[in-house]
């Protein structure tokens, strides 16, 4: 791999939601260190209006000389948290460095309103966003523990604060609904159960750490603003480069610790070290 170093080497770091967006940016940056990739996300066939694919993600690894283990996996079923863990441990027997990116973000769920949103939509929502990633720390919290220590890192969003009445985080020129109660109560839940999770971890040199990315030109938001017309650059969205940038800091720093029980805001972070978001 050219334009590599080794910091990384001899580490397992798997990302989940890694067909598109913050996942496969991670993915890419960390093998670039090194690093045994095990990437795992639900889009395995391309879909319309949805850009990237698992697939599309292993062949940008393999071009870097990287062989990732690529695992398809819909995170809201137990048999496949327990299929993917196995499947990570069968082949690379430890994991040091967990990227909890996967969320569930289908667009009727995400801006359903009460009395409309589901029970269906709510569970699968927690399921994906919050148990999930409870599921696969608990999974991998002894493997971490035995080898000195590891990194779990947990994508938040700004949709987890709390709001005045009438305020919204949109961004401007889209048209898209606001969001329902959901999202922004799933990655709520998601930060505290983390910060409850990462003072057990301080003993055992576990780090656990949020990141807010804040709202990020994705491939997909990319391509829905495009169909509404608008040029998503111009929306003041926040580049996939930034919370990139972020993440590979974080993850080959040698002590993480010091970010761990902590939201760690991608965008200023990024400016004040000068990150390379490129």
Not at 92 to 109: F, Q, S, W
Not at 117 to 126: H, S
Not at 139 to 148: D, L, P, T
Not at 251 to 261: A, K, N, Q, V, W
Request: hydrophobic share 45%; glycine share 10%; charged share 20%.
């Amino acid at each position: 791999m050219s334009g590599i170093d080794d910091r990384l080497t001899g580490k397992v770091a798997l990302i989940t939601g890694a067909s598109r967006g913050i996942g496969k940016q991670a993915a890419l940056r960390l093998a670039k260190h090194g690093a045994k990739v095990v990437i795992a996300a639900r889009t395995t066939e391309p879909r319309a209006n949805t850009p990237g694919t698992l697939g599309d993600t292993a062949a940008e690894l393999r071009a870097l000389g990287c062989d990732p283990l690529v695992l398809a996996a819909d995170l809201s079923r137990q048999e496949d948290l327990d299929r993917l863990v196995a499947a990570t441990f069968e082949c690379c027997d430890r994991v040091d460095i967990l990227i909890n990116n996967a969320a569930y973000t289908v667009g009727k769920a995400l801006f359903s309103q009460v009395p409309e949103l589901t029970r269906d939509q709510w569970e699968k929502g927690f399921a994906i966003n919050v148990t999930a990633p409870l599921m696969l720390m608990t999974a991998f919290w002894e493997s971490m523990r035995q080898h000195g220590g590891g990194l779990v890192l947990n994508v938040t969003s700004p949709a987890a604060a709390l709001q005045p009445l009438g305020a919204t985080i949109e961004l401007r020129g889209s048209s898209l609904p606001a969001n329902g109660p959901l999202y922004g109560a799933s990655k709520a839940a998601l930060d505290r159960m983390a910060n409850v999770v990462a003072a057990a971890g301080a003993p055992h040199n576990i780090a656990v750490v949020g990141l807010a990315p804040g709202h990020v030109l994705t491939e997909t938001m990319d391509e829905t603003y495009r169909q509404q017309g608008i040029v998503g650059a111009e929306t003041g969205a926040i580049p996939l480069g930034v919370p990139a940038a972020a993440i590979e800091y974080l993850c080959t720093i040698e002590d993480p610790m010091r970010y761990s029980g902590q939201i760690v805001d991608a965008p200023e972070l990024v400016a004040e070290l000068g990150l390379p978001t490129s």
